[in-house]
């Protein structure tokens, strides 16, 4: 495992000490007890920044009551009081017991009521079954923060979070902060106070799912704060991944959520942490729907669309993965490793089956292997056979690490500018070749700036150059596995590019309404559907284009309309009802006369009214031919609101579901980055003859929509543009079927 690469931090200065984790201070807000208001909002009245909840007086209080205190043996809460008050020794706390009618626990001065408490309080440890009756009292006492364990809330289904909404009701009518209810003790463990270095912060909705990274600290790594924030009745994850950004000790963020509280708090609380350049490894339960369905039943939350979660969390550069040993190591990773100096990455094995097995899972991850030049190659085969491959992977055939040759390779790999991070892929031990590997590493790792990798392959483990030498390290990080590691690098790699360039889309979201509005409004009927005719007046006053088309209600005004719109038409039934015309006959391509304008009219409508459809009329339109069919939208999601979506469309968009989604706001590089998520990318890029697509205009509709989204999103609850024809390069992009529901 990765140890520190920053050495001993000495000095008191938040900003020198954050300096030496390789990161600027954040746009820290502190706020005592509840956060305040926000004023900052965008045009939905969204905040458009996060506060940042002072809970310093909660992980280090200076007194604490234990309500419900006990000592009997046998007792859950004589345990929990015990382990409570070895905390408190341990923060310099002053524990002070509550009960109704017991005069001493455990030899100390015992209460019987919090109003009876001798000093104000920081932390209230709420030992009780139901602590809503406790809430007004601890606010007449003014004590800050409150611990619930108990459970039976809204995890257990209407009952229980009806219970809940009143416990939460009457936290924010007292104004106190809570954790829980149906959390557990993990904030109260006993961390180790001898490891140095950035520290993980550990987020958890399942306390014994934290326990693989809080054991991290028995190889080395520092934790310092973990959250178990139970049901969330009030402190939730967002606060917490807001407070830890902006402390000076954190080096990244590593938690397991069940679900989310409320998504516009996460997106706030992870754009704080992308500022701050502190990295947010998450997994997040809920993929499928089993997944799904038992996470709502253990933690009662929302767990929201897993596409539109999975989504966000990338927008904001949080890093999600799938296992709680992936989340260890990765976290590990980031929290400590210093910024890349280059992206490359280079294998080094003593074998050339490890090297070439280790580099293509590296390459199909998309990790860059570049290749090494001619000059690095030929200073290589000074110390390694000729008859070996060096370019990438570097295969040294093994006897070269048993002598002096062996770091002199290393150093040589790591003095190429094009290499950032070097891996060493270790199958098996094999002393003592294995043993001189491993020091050789551990040593040239001291002295370069760049990342050095170890997989020790041991199923054992227990060999002194990995116990010993490896871990003993505080500058090599050390896996288990190729796929950790592996998936660690790619993060850091991702995280250090991300952060780079990084652009709050807070910064830059609309606080204004646009012009727009007031037209799109008086379009709007609420809680219906509109027609396509009214959707596409709905496009057009966001300034997206549409073609020309009229809405007709004869035969006549048809073949007058197709002489105003020019040949070749198409025709339309148009009806609000009318969500798929084509399954029904009711779209008819390519009309290039009067008479068949004329007969089209006549069979639309007679097959309108054999379906039993009222049609409000007939559109003719302009035929746009030659383009690239892409599909266009807003969706609501139950967690997160308005969000956009984008893909291949046409008739095969339910079959490909070739889609990419973002949460507004967002800016112009990530409407960009949703099309390279596509599969069929390439398509807008121009093949088997066809020219490359207006992506631009594409990207101006999407823009657009982005913008609808935020203004109308609480009376838009879908929008579809199917098919949007993105024509050649430069000639634009426009909507030729459109579908509305209003709220």
Not at 89 to 113: D, I, K, Q, T, W
């Amino acid at each position: 495992m990765l140890g520190s690469t920053h050495g001993t931090l000495t000095t008191n200065s938040r900003h020198a000490r954050v300096a030496a984790c390789g990161r600027p201070p954040g746009p820290a807000v502190h706020v005592h007890g509840r956060s305040a208001a926000v004023e900052d909002v965008d045009v939905s009245g969204r905040p458009l920044h996060s506060t940042v909840p002072d809970l310093d007086r909660f992980f280090r209080p200076e007194s604490v009551a234990v309500v419900g205190a006990s000592d009997t043996e046998g007792r859950p809460n004589s345990g929990i009081t015990r382990q409570l008050i070895a905390w408190a020794e341990r923060v310099g706390a002053r524990l002070h017991p509550v009960h109704p009618s017991r005069p001493a626990v455990f030899g100390l001065p015992c209460v019987p009521s919090v109003a009876d408490l001798p000093e104000p309080v920081d932390l209230a440890v709420l030992l009780v079954r139901d602590p809503l009756p406790l809430v007004e009292e601890l606010a007449t006492a003014k004590v800050r923060f409150a611990v619930a364990f108990a459970s039976g809330f809204a995890e257990t289904g209407a009952e229980g979070a009806a219970a809940q909404a009143r416990l939460s009701a009457a936290v924010r009518r007292g104004g106190l902060r809570l954790l829980g209810p149906n959390t557990n003790l993990n904030a109260f463990e006993e961390f180790r106070e001898d490891l140095e270095g950035p520290a993980i912060a550990l987020i958890t909705q399942s306390g014994h799912q934290g326990r693989p990274v809080f054991t991290l600290q028995e190889l080395g790594i520092r934790l310092s704060h973990w959250a178990p924030t139970g049901n969330e009745a009030d402190l939730e994850t967002a606060d917490f991944i807001s407070y830890f950004a902006s402390r000076p000790e954190v080096g990244a963020i590593a938690m397991y959520v069940e679900g989310l509280k409320d998504g516009r708090s996460f997106l706030l609380a992870a754009d704080r942490a992308a500022r701050a350049k502190v990295p947010v490894v998450a997994v997040k339960v809920g993929r499928t729907e089993t997944g799904a369905r038992t996470a709502a039943s253990h933690t009662g939350k929302l767990t929201g669309s897993d596409t539109v979660v999975d989504a966000a969390m990338r927008q904001f550069g949080v890093i999600r993965v799938d296992g709680l040993d992936e989340l260890q190591d990765t976290a590990a990773l980031l929290a400590r490793a210093r910024p890349p100096r280059a992206e490359g990455v280079v294998v080094y094995s003593i074998s050339g089956g490890t090297g070439a097995h280790f580099s293509d899972l590296a390459t199909a991850a998309g990790l860059p292997l570049p290749t090494l030049s001619p000059e690095k190659q030929a200073e290589l085969h000074q110390w390694i056979p000729g008859d070996l491959s060096v370019a990438n992977p570097v295969d040294n055939g093994g006897h070269p690490v048993g002598d002096w040759r062996g770091r002199k390779i290393i150093d040589a790999l790591l003095a190429d500018p094009s290499v950032g991070v070097l891996i060493c892929p270790i199958t098996g031990p094999f002393p003592p070749m294995s043993d001189k590997l491993a020091q050789d590493l551990v040593d040239a790792a001291e002295h370069t700036d760049k990342l050095v990798c170890v997989v020790w392959g041991s199923p054992v483990g227990t060999e002194p150059a990995y116990r010993t030498t490896l871990l003993g390290s505080s500058r090599v990080a050390t896996f288990r596995t190729f796929a950790n590691c592996i998936t660690a690098v790619r993060a850091y790699l991702d995280h250090h590019r991300f952060t780079a360039s990084y652009r709050s889309p807070f910064d830059d979201a609309p606080r204004t309404p646009s012009p727009s509005v007031r037209k799109a409004q008086a379009l709007l009927r609420p809680g219906e559907r509109l027609s396509e005719h009214a959707a596409k007046q709905l496009l057009r006053a966001y300034g997206i284009r549409v073609p020309r088309e009229q809405l007709v209600t004869s035969a006549a005004a048809a073949v007058r309309a197709a002489g105003l719109v020019g040949y070749p038409v198409v025709m339309k039934a148009s009806a609000p009802q009318l969500a798929h015309k084509t399954e029904l006959g009711l779209v008819r391509l390519g009309l290039t006369s009067a008479s068949q304008v004329r007969d089209t009219y006549r069979d639309l409508t007679d097959i309108a009214r054999y379906e039993g459809v009222e049609l409000d009329g007939v559109l003719v339109c302009q035929m746009v031919e030659r383009g690239v069919e892409m599909v266009v939208g807003v969706t609501h999601d139950s967690l997160f609101g308005p969000t956009v979506t984008v893909g291949l469309g046409g008739v095969l968009v339910e079959v490909l579901r070739d889609t990419a989604v973002r949460v507004p706001p967002f800016g112009e590089d990530q409407a960009r980055a949703m099309l390279t998520e596509l599969r069929g990318r390439a398509l807008l890029d121009g093949v088997r003859g066809m020219p490359p697509a207006d992506v631009d205009a594409l990207v101006e509709v999407v823009l657009r929509v982005q913008r609808m989204a935020l203004e109308l999103g609480d009376d838009l609850a879908e929008l579809d543009v199917n098919p949007l024809m993105v024509l050649p390069r430069g000639q634009g992009a426009v909507a030729l079927d459109a579908l509305a529901v209003c709220r």
